[in-house]
């Protein structure tokens, strides 16, 4: 319970003093309510990469970045600040030629939480990246023949080298860009987003882009030679540009 001062409201609440509803020293308020005091996460786990063909990643609440560089190991970064129930979870696993890298973090307020993925930069058979609260990036120079990206509310962005991809989002935009490509099969979908897919000196390409509220933009650039570009592109409330 607070106590009244000359007129003034003084409480504590989990570890913060308020005074009139204002928090001055420790914990976090949004919207009326005091969550607790943040806590910082700053860890890295990794495991070799020998005979590595398959790679995974999910989480819950967290936003998620993979990058390449020259490298033996597959290392996860798991790092930021959030308000928590629990500990998150935070694990990497080989399973076989399979990479397994997962982070639950359970009930979370004022969360800002990135797990950075780096791998080998050379071709993997299949990368999946799986979110439901967090953005989705997948840098330049990662490669992978298959590439799954799915968040349920985020931005989902991919500047890898694949064959074919899959990137989706219920609310959030998703922007796909590749170069110099033989053959590439393209889905890119959002139900409340923009949808952007751009390719240069792609030969050959299949690529279905769509959205059920937002604008759809396919870009096409090229040099000298023979490209072709076969696909659909659809919106329910929004524009539909090819170039």
């Not at 003034?8 to 913060?16: E, R, S």
């Not at 390449?68 to 790092?79: G, K, L, P, W, Y």
């Not at 694990?91 to 800002?112: P, Q």
């Not at 799915?150 to 500047?159: F, I, K, P, Q, R």
Request: net charge negative; charged share 20%; hydrophobic share 35%.
């Amino acid at each position: 319970m607070g106590k009244f001062i000359n007129g003034i409201n003084f409480g504590n609440f989990n570890g913060a003093v308020v005074i009139n509803g204002r928090i001055v020293s420790g914990g976090w308020m949004s919207g009326g309510g005091v969550f607790g005091t943040p806590q910082k996460f700053d860890e890295k786990k990794n495991v070799p990469e020998n005979d590595v063909e398959r790679i995974t990643v999910k989480s819950d609440s967290a936003n998620i970045v993979v990058t390449a560089s020259n490298t033996s190991i597959v290392e996860a970064h798991f790092s930021g600040e959030a308000v928590v129930d629990e500990k998150p979870t935070f694990n990497i696993e080989k399973r076989g030629c399979e990479v397994i890298i997962t982070l639950d973090v359970g009930a979370v307020a004022m969360s800002n939480l990135t797990l950075t993925v780096n791998i080998p930069t050379r071709t993997f058979e299949f990368l999946s990246v799986t979110c439901y609260n967090g953005n989705v990036s997948v840098k330049n120079g990662v490669f992978a023949k298959k590439i799954r990206l799915d968040t349920h509310n985020g931005e989902v962005d991919s500047e890898g080298n694949f064959c074919e991809i899959l990137a989706t989002t219920h609310n959030g935009d998703v922007d796909v860009y590749i170069k110099a490509k033989n053959n590439v099969e393209i889905e890119a979908s959002s139900h409340n987003g923009d949808v952007s897919v751009e390719m240069q000196n792609v030969a050959t390409s299949s690529i279905y882009a769509s959205s059920h509220n937002g604008n759809v933009r396919n870009r096409f650039h090229a040099g000298n030679g023979v490209y072709a570009a076969y696909g659909r592109a659809t919106s329910h409330n929004g524009n539909v540009t090819v170039k």
